[in-house]
Every structure is written in structure tokens, then in C-alpha cells.
């Protein structure tokens, strides 16, 4: 038999004023861990699942699921949820709010400048899916007033993405540096049969984490523990290349390797050396050097710390 294609559910006219942040009457800002779905004009259970291997929350309905990931602001996985739990519970004043799941233990974090990864399924092929992410309290950011949820023509969704034929939907959000500590992120697309379903689920941003890279580097790779060998290493040069403009909070610790006593001078020297070369390299905030014996060292070498705070979004 040849299949039949399902014929498309008409739309509004206006899909961006449909899928518009949904003004529900009485809503309270969610927990972290909870989340709630209304589905045309109707709310509906959801269950809510940790996945910590994933760095990631699974909010799911009948017919539906989104996935939400959480990322750094180098793309990759940030801690997040812990354990699993799943379970559906009424709010109170159910007829006006959405149905929150009961999901103690399975919360999830981003850090300020990183971004939520939302994998979506049961969705209407071909339709637009909006994603809002905002302060817990519905406002735009710590300094604004709290108030109800905007309109459409007050804020613009911060990702958009199409559906694909199968239903399914990737939303890249990106977590601007305005926000700070509890959040509520809003994803809102149109269900097969046309109704608009607005899925929402607490969450909480977090200061981004410190960076610090550790390399050691051989006298023999720097030439004579001086500061014109240093000068002209390429690691050393790579390892300042390694911080990004617009970092803050930069800190240098270098320490000079040597298991034999008569070198201990040379290493102090060495690590005085490449502290040199990385803070005329980079602004560094705070710097520090030493020499120290080690019995596990076979020559002389140095141990170099950089740390730093990733730049955050405007």
C-alpha cells in the first residue's frame, strides 16, 4: 500500500505571536528540578529525569520529550544533574498553572556564558520551535523589576530553530552574562495536532568555572635556564596564546623542578624566568615562583599553572 501523508494542521497566522512567552495567571517562578507543559489551553503531567553522565534533564509528556544539556562556554558538558527521579504531582490553583513535576535530586546548572543544548521530539514537521530563557522571576535581568511575563512585542526569543520531518528539533540557547542564580527556561512549538505546547522547566546559572592549564616544561626544551631561552620557546609562547581576550583573574605559579641540591638555584632562576616571559605576555593578576627539590625529578625542569576566568558575554 502507499502510505498517505498526515495533512498538515493549519497554523496561525502569526506563529511568533503564538509561540510568544505564554501568560499564564497566577505562575510562580519554578525550582530548579521542576518543570511544568500546557498544551493548547490545558495542562498536562510531565515527568522530569537527571541524566548526570549526560550533563543533562529529560522532560517528557505524552507524545513528547525535550532533552536539555547543559555546556560551557567551550562546548563542552558542565556538571549538572544528579540522581534520577521522575513523578508528577498537582500545583496548587492547578486550573491556572501547569501541572510541575516532582523531581527532588534532578536539577540542572549552566554556567554563565555557556549554553543549553534542547533536543525536542513530537513536534509538527516544519513548524518553528522558540526558546526563552530568563531569571526565574520573569524579569530581564537581576536589576529589573519582577513582573509578569512579556509580551511578544517585549521580547524576542534568545533561539529559533525549524522542525524537521521526523518531528524532531535541535535549540542552541545561548546563556547570556546578564543572568545569575535561579532561571526558568520556556520552549514553546506547535504539537501535531496545531495546538501551541509551552514547556517550561527551572534551572540555575552559575559564576563559570576557573581555568587552569598545567604543563612542564625541560630545561632542555628552554635552552640555558635564562630568561632569553625563555623568551624564545615556542610552548611557553602557546601556552599565552592559550588564554582568550577579554579573560580576567589571570594567575601565573611557576615552580623550578630539580632532584640534584646543587641546582637548586638554577630552577629558582628558571621558574623566575618563564614567570617573566608569561606576565609581559599576558595581564596577569597575581604571580608567583619558587624552586623546589624533587625526587622524582631526573632533570631540571618547570611546573607552570595558568589559570583564568573565561570572558563573559555582554
Known amino acids: ?112 556564558g555557556g549554553e543549553l543544548r534542547v533536543t525536542g ?56 552574562g546578564h543572568l545569575m542564580g535561579p532561571a526558568m527556561l520556556e520552549v514553546n512549538g506547535f504539537s501535531h495536532d496545531g495546538a501551541v505546547r509551552s514547556v517550561r522547566l527551572g534551572l540555575s546559572v552559575t559564576a563559570p568555572a576557573r581555568r587552569t592549564t598545567t604543563q612542564t616544561l625541560a630545561a632542555s626544551a628552554l635552552g640555558q635556564p635564562d630568561a632569553r631561552a625563555v623568551l624564545r620557546t615556542g610552548a611557553l609562547l602557546a601556552l599565552a596564546d592559550s588564554v582568550p581576550d577579554g579573560a580576567t583573574g589571570i594567575s601565573v605559579r611557576c615552580i623550578g623542578l630539580t632532584g640534584d641540591p646543587a641546582e637548586r638555584h638554577g630552577a629558582r632562576r628558571l621558574a623566575a624566568a618563564a614567570c617573566a616571559r608569561l606576565v609581559d605576555a599576558v595581564p596577569v593578576a597575581t604571580v608567583s615562583h619558587a624552586g623546589r627539590l624533587d625526587g622524582n625529578a631526573t632533570r631540571l625542569s618547570v611546573r607552570i599553572s595558568l589559570g583564568y576566568l573565561p570572558p563573559q558575554p555582554g
Not at 67 to 75: I, K, P, Q, T, W
Not at 125 to 153: C, H, M, N, Q
Open 121 to 176: 521530539e513530537g513536534y509538527q514537521p516544519g513548524t518553528p520551535v522558540y526558546a526563552y530563557l530568563r531569571p526565574a522571576d520573569g524579569s530581564d535581568g537581576p536589576a529589573a523589576a519582577p513582573r509578569s511575563i512579556p509580551s511578544a512585542a517585549q521580547r524576542q526569543p534568545d533561539a529559533r530553530a525549524d522542525v524537521g520531518a521526523d518531528g524532531a528539533v535541535v535549540v542552541t540557547v545561548p546563556v547570556g
Open 1 to 112: 500500500m502507499t502510505p498517505v501523508p498526515t495533512p498538515a494542521v493549519p497554523l496561525p497566522a502569526s506563529p511568533a505571536a503564538a509561540l510568544a512567552p505564554r501568560p499564564v495567571a497566577g505562575t510562580q517562578p519554578l525550582r530548579p528540578g521542576t518543570a511544568s507543559a500546557v498544551i493548547g489551553n490545558a495542562v498536562t503531567p510531565v515527568t522530569i529525569t537527571a541524566l548526570p553522565q549526560q550533563s543533562a534533564i529529560l522532560v517528557a509528556g505524552p507524545g513528547w520529550a525535550l532533552r536539555v544539556g547543559s555546556l560551557d562556554a567551550a562546548g563542552r558538558p558542565a556538571a549538572s544533574g544528579t540522581a534520577a527521579a521522575t513523578g508528577t504531582r498537582p500545583a496548587p490553583g492547578a486550573m491556572t498553572r501547569p501541572v510541575a513535576a516532582a523531581a527532588a535530586g534532578a536539577a540542572i546548572s549552566v554556567p554563565r
